[in-house]
């Protein structure tokens, strides 16, 4: 995950907070929004993946076509080996 710096795309949000939470963040004016920011950005990193899986017998059988076609498409590309790719096909007239 790649995190910008500074707020590119901002949306005002609006929640309630105990006092007791209240007192230990820096006040308005130094620093409390990118205190926030931080604390939710943490949280988020530490979010576990959730595996999909399917719920529908279409889903299971669709499922059952990946797991079964994984053998031939062989090993997945890494993000950079994708990227690559693309720019490769990007490059090419069709």
Request: glycine content about 8%.
């Amino acid at each position: 995950m790649a995190l910008l710096l500074g707020m590119t795309d901002t949306t005002i949000v609006s929640v309630k907070i105990p006092a007791r939470i209240l007192e230990q963040i820096p006040p308005a004016g130094h620093g409390r929004s990118g205190f926030i920011v931080q604390a939710i950005e943490e949280k988020i990193a530490k979010r576990i993946p959730v595996r999909w899986t399917p719920k529908t017998d279409r889903g299971r059988r669709m499922a059952a076509l990946l797991k079964k076609g994984r053998v031939e498409r062989g090993p997945l590309l890494s993000d950079a080996q994708v990227e690559q790719e693309l720019k490769e096909r990007r490059g090419r007239s069709l």
